[in-house]
């Protein structure tokens, strides 16, 4: 399985929007499913959303639906998080997970990249 580079961090004022893109080096068997995690100072990582990569079914954590939209790119291997009206509560290293179950635990995801840092100012 290839490695998973995140990118697209950077630094916002709170209403603003950041694209982040996870690029995965190796194949993406249709089975797999691609999800987004956070974890901001001092607290546990949470889950953001997740694509399955076949069916391009979508999750997402109750406090960003409406505001982040998770979608594949077939043709570059990759998963995009849309994040738009962000808030300072939104601030975090953002991870991106490759697995083959879906669930919202961190522990369970066998892949990861090394993050990329969200910086919502107020």
């Known amino acids: 399985q290839g490695q998973l580079v995140e990118s697209g961090g950077g630094s916002v004022q709170a209403g603003g929007s950041l694209r982040l893109s996870c690029t995965d080096s190796?194949?993406?068997?249709?089975?797999?499913?691609l999800a987004w995690f956070r974890q901001a100072p001092g607290q546990e990582r949470e889950f953001v959303a997740a694509?399955?990569?076949?069916?391009?079914?979508?999750y997402y954590a109750d406090s960003v639906k409406g505001r982040f939209t998770i979608s594949r790119d077939k043709a570059n291997n990759a998963v995009h998080l849309q994040m738009n009206d962000l808030t300072p509560d939104d601030a975090a290293l953002y991870y991106c997970?490759?697995?083959?179950?879906?669930?919202?635990?961190?522990?369970?995801?066998?892949?990861w990249g090394q993050g990329t840092q969200v910086t919502v100012s107020s």
């Open positions: 997970a490759r697995g083959s179950s879906y669930t919202t635990s961190p522990t369970p995801w066998p892949n």
């Open positions: 190796g194949r993406i068997y249709s089975s797999a499913i």
């Open positions: 694509v399955r990569w076949g069916y391009g079914t979508t």
